[in-house]
């Protein structure tokens, strides 16, 4: 993919704008081959911080764009594709962030043939850190794949799964980080608890979780023998671990993750 290619955002929000500050930074595509729409002025002005152009017409970012990111909420989406329908051309890839919108009903909203991608980011994005997963519509080529997969490569990692396992990774990655502050907010009280300082407490927090989740990705080892390798006999992190289960942390984000999934699945029906 060239700096050349044009990518439009429906949508100028902070996921959008955290997409595109990745894709510039990652030379995916050029500030002035970047456009958004919106109709909020002050989320346009925050866009065009990147360098790049807004407009209020959804319009003009399909009559310029080759790769068109609807991120817009999940109830407006019906309305903006059939509003967008006379504008799409053959070289459209409509990219599709909304959680919860099925690749059929983008396609009901469409013309027929129109190449979709359906994709669930995650606000890591910000930071280069995405955990991303994408789907092919019925007209999506490899071609498409590739470039969705750069794309979003720019911001963190991507995986192509099956479309009927996006509602679950909407409930692990996209509602993940909602449960990763929260630990890092309750370590961080504990630290506090236990006597440290505010802010060191949470740099130790926030950097103890970013470390054992590179463990888990840079070594492939289970999560369960790494947690082996801290646990020694009779040490002080078997005791906490012990708590932790006593208390069922494990149960509850398991249970965080299927009903997020589930809500997923529920948004796509109504």
């Known amino acids: 993919m060239s700096s050349e290619v044009t990518v439009g955002f429906v949508g100028a929000g902070k996921m959008a704008s955290a997409l595109a500050k990745g894709f510039i930074q990652g030379g995916i595509v050029s500030k002035a081959k970047l456009i ?22 959804n319009n003009q970012v399909f009559a310029s764009s080759q790769i068109i990111v609807i991120a817009v909420k999940p109830g407006q989406v019906s309305s903006v ?74 911001v963190g990692i991507a995986l192509e799964v099956k479309e009927p396992l996006l509602d679950a990774v909407t409930g692990l990655s996209g509602s993940g980080p909602a449960y990763a502050y929260l630990m890092i907010e309750a370590l961080s009280d504990g630290g506090v608890a236990a006597g440290l300082p505010r802010d060191v407490a949470t740099r130790l927090a926030a ?61 796509g029906q109504s």
């Open 36 to 57: 958004a729409s919106d109709p909020v002025a002050s989320t346009r002005d925050e866009f065009e911080k990147l360098g790049a152009r807004s407009t209020a017409d």
């Open 207 to 267: 950097q103890t979780l970013l470390g054992s989740a590179r463990m888990v990705l840079e070594t492939g080892l289970h999560p369960g023998a790494l947690k082996d390798m801290v646990t020694s006999p009779g040490g002080t992190t078997i005791d906490g671990v012990h708590e932790l289960e006593k208390a069922g942390l494990r149960g509850a984000l398991m249970s965080a993750v299927r009903v997020a999934s589930e809500k997923a699945r529920k948004l």
């Open 81 to 154: 594709l059939r509003q967008a329908s006379p504008h799409i051309r053959d070289h459209h890839l409509i990219v599709s962030i909304a959680a919860g919108i099925t690749l059929a009903k983008l396609e009901a909203d469409l013309p027929e043939g129109t190449r979709v991608v359906r994709v669930m980011p995650n606000t890591p994005a910000l930071v280069g850190a995405s955990a991303s997963a994408y789907a092919l519509g019925s007209f999506a080529t490899d071609r498409d794949a590739a470039t969705v997969q750069r794309l979003l490569s720019a």
